[in-house]
């Protein structure tokens, strides 16, 4: 799952890719970085502590910086040429400058809306072509409720809104998605400010997020580059640093997990002695299909999941045995929908 990083040039977006991935990439000011993020874990880190495995693995979300995207009619060629890397992207996070002037709601909404007339007129193109080519076409029902969904959109793009504005289902989705339009993607938007009044800032947050009435968006304020400058810090210096500023903590660990929860993802785990390891699913992923994210045997000779949530593993004094015992760790079919934060073990058999 890849989320691609957005925005017009000079917004901080390879610097918040910076504080992402802890100054440990080389970033490019002229191609896409990428970049795979570890997900802070307090549940993990507490199975580790458990077990003391040999080795301890996050879940993690893959990261895109693109180049900044010019704005105006002018810029189309090159705006369009860039997009083609957040094409195959699940989500998008669009960075806007709010450090070159005193931040207001006012004139930050403005900004969101400019820029996303700008990628609203990029999917229209693609819109229109395609409604031209149907009409060539000879329709089917199928056929007849994608151009049904497609003259919605029209109508929606043409006056300037995102196609997650309509608030499709996720069966319409299904239907569109071939098509791979920039404004169905969830997206959150980054405030980009120079942080001085941490309270100051989750006002503007929350006031931005009230105004966000589009499903799929979120918003988040942060300052891009003090949290890389406390990224590239050895972490014994990190604490003296944010108090030196008066904060109480960087916000990256925050960022991605948000991030996380923009994809709609959910994490089970697998624990013992050899390792502790976090697996990234969707939501609603039944059992053959976690177990195929460990390995595709596994999904083949799939034969039942011992399933345990973190509450009642607790309970059972961190023992599996004792779980056992009270009847807390459960046989479950192929067709159980893994929940969040179980840690699953599977049975398999692969005879050939």
């Given at each position: 799952?890849?989320?691609?990083?957005?925005?017009?040039?000079?917004?901080?977006?390879?610097?918040?890719?910076?504080?992402?991935?802890?100054?440990?990439?080389?970033?490019?000011?002229?191609?896409?970085?990428?970049a795979?993020?570890?997900?802070?874990?307090t549940?993990?880190d507490?199975?580790a502590?458990?077990?003391?495995?040999?080795?301890?693995?996050?879940?993690?979300?893959?990261f895109?910086?693109?180049?900044?995207?010019?704005?105006?009619?002018?810029n189309?060629?090159?705006?369009?040429?860039?997009?083609?890397?957040?094409?195959?992207?699940?989500?998008?996070?669009?960075?806007?400058?709010?450090?070159?002037?005193?931040?207001?709601?006012?004139?930050?909404?403005?900004?969101?809306?400019?820029?996303?007339?700008?990628?609203?007129?990029?999917?229209l193109?693609?819109?229109?072509?395609?409604?031209?080519?149907?009409?060539?076409?000879?329709?089917?029902?199928?056929?007849?409720?994608?151009?049904?969904?497609?003259?919605g959109?029209?109508?929606?793009?043409?006056?300037?809104?995102?196609l997650?504005?309509?608030?499709?289902?996720?069966?319409?989705?299904?239907?569109?998605?071939?098509?791979?339009?920039?404004?169905?993607?969830?997206?959150?938007?980054?405030?980009?400010?120079?942080?001085?009044?941490?309270?100051?800032?989750?006002?503007?947050?929350?006031?931005?997020?009230?105004?966000?009435?589009?499903?799929?968006?979120?918003?988040?304020?942060?300052?891009?580059?003090?949290?890389?400058?406390?990224?590239?810090?050895?972490?014994?210096?990190q604490?003296e640093?944010?108090?030196?500023?008066?904060?109480?903590?960087?916000?990256?660990?925050?960022?991605?997990?948000?991030?996380?929860?923009?994809?709609k993802?959910?994490?089970?785990?697998?624990?013992?002695?050899?390792?502790?390891?976090?697996?990234?699913?969707?939501?609603?992923?039944?059992?053959?299909?976690?177990?195929?994210?460990i390995?595709?045997?596994?999904?083949?000779?799939f034969?039942?999941?011992?399933?345990?949530?973190?509450?009642?593993?607790?309970?059972?004094?961190?023992?599996?045995?004792?779980?056992?015992?009270?009847?807390l760790?459960?046989i479950?079919?192929?067709?159980?929908?893994?929940?969040?934060?179980?840690?699953?073990?599977?049975?398999?058999?692969?005879?050939?």
């Amino acid at each position: 799952m890849k989320i691609g990083i957005i925005g017009l040039p000079q917004t901080g977006k390879t610097t918040l890719f910076g504080a992402l991935t802890r100054g440990t990439t080389q970033a490019s000011q002229s191609k896409t970085n990428l970049a795979a993020v570890g997900v802070a874990d307090t549940d993990l880190d507490y199975l580790a502590d458990v077990f003391k495995p040999k080795k301890t693995t996050p879940a993690s979300v893959e990261f895109a910086d693109v180049p900044g995207i010019p704005s105006g009619q002018e810029n189309a060629s090159r705006r369009n040429e860039l997009l083609k890397d957040v094409k195959n992207v699940e989500a998008l996070v669009e960075v806007f400058d709010a450090f070159t002037q005193v931040p207001s709601a006012t004139t930050i909404r403005d900004q969101i809306e400019n820029f996303e007339l700008d990628l609203a007129l990029v999917d229209l193109e693609i819109v229109e072509h395609r409604l031209e080519r149907m009409k060539k076409e000879k329709m089917t029902p199928l056929l007849e409720r994608e151009r049904d969904l497609l003259s919605g959109a029209q109508s929606c793009l043409s006056g300037g809104k995102g196609l997650r504005s309509l608030g499709l289902s996720d069966e319409d989705k299904s239907l569109l998605t071939s098509y791979a339009f920039i404004t169905l993607k969830p997206v959150m938007y980054v405030i980009n400010i120079t942080m001085t009044d941490e309270t100051a800032a989750r006002n503007l947050e929350a006031t931005l997020t009230a105004a966000a009435d589009q499903l799929d968006a979120t918003v988040m304020v942060l300052d891009a580059k003090l949290e890389r400058e406390i990224a590239e810090l050895p972490a014994a210096e990190q604490l003296e640093f944010l108090q030196e500023f008066g904060l109480s903590g960087s916000v990256i660990d925050t960022f991605v997990g948000r991030a996380y929860q923009l994809l709609k993802l959910e994490t089970f785990y697998t624990a013992g002695e050899d390792e502790c390891k976090a697996w990234v699913i969707e939501a609603g992923t039944r059992a053959r299909g976690a177990a195929g994210k460990i390995h595709t045997d596994i999904a083949r000779g799939f034969i039942a999941a011992e399933v345990i949530s973190l509450d009642d593993f607790r309970k059972a004094g961190n023992s599996f045995k004792v779980a056992k015992e009270k009847g807390l760790l459960r046989i479950e079919g192929e067709s159980y929908v893994v929940k969040n934060k179980e840690i699953t073990h599977f049975r398999f058999n692969v005879s050939h």
